[in-house]
Nanobody, 124 residues
Framework: QVLLVASGGGLVQAGGSLRLSCAAS????????MAWFRRAPGKDREFVSV????????YYTDSVKGRFTISRDNAKNTVYLQMNSLKPEDTAVYFC?????????????????WGQGTQVTVSS
């Protein structure tokens, strides 16, 4: 069993930055793919970014490329999402997810464990 705890959300003005963290416990964190998704008000959950087990491969949805950076610290069982140049359209609940398979994916159905979500609100 895996427990994922996301933190770091908050209220920020447009152009500002936030750093989300997701701490994992209960499994061999360093063997698995980690991702961030988000759900904006009235919309479905969407893919934001993914990182492979070693951190050597990362992918982003087009709308956050150049602004967001995903990283991981396997010694701390933690994955991060550094979000810069935030826009009002980034407002959403952000979820971290773990896939018990060493292959990256943008699809929610491919992830086995989910964090509780952390709210990010960007004011204009």
């Amino acid at each position: 069993q895996v427990l994922l705890v996301a933190s770091g959300g908050g209220l920020v003005q447009a152009g500002g930055s936030l750093r989300l963290s997701c701490a994992a416990s209960g499994q061999t964190f360093s063997s698995y793919t980690m991702a961030w998704f988000r759900r904006a008000p009235g919309k479905d959950r969407e893919f934001v970014s993914v990182i492979n087990y070693s951190g050597s491969s990362t992918y982003y949805t087009d709308s956050v490329k150049g602004r967001f950076t995903i990283s991981r610290d396997n010694a701390k069982n933690t994955v991060y999402l550094q979000m810069n140049s935030l826009k009002p359209e980034d407002t959403a609940v952000y979820f971290c997810a773990l896939r018990t398979y060493d292959s990256v994916s943008p699809y929610t159905t491919n992830y086995d464990y989910w964090g509780q979500g952390t709210q990010v609100t960007v004011s204009s």
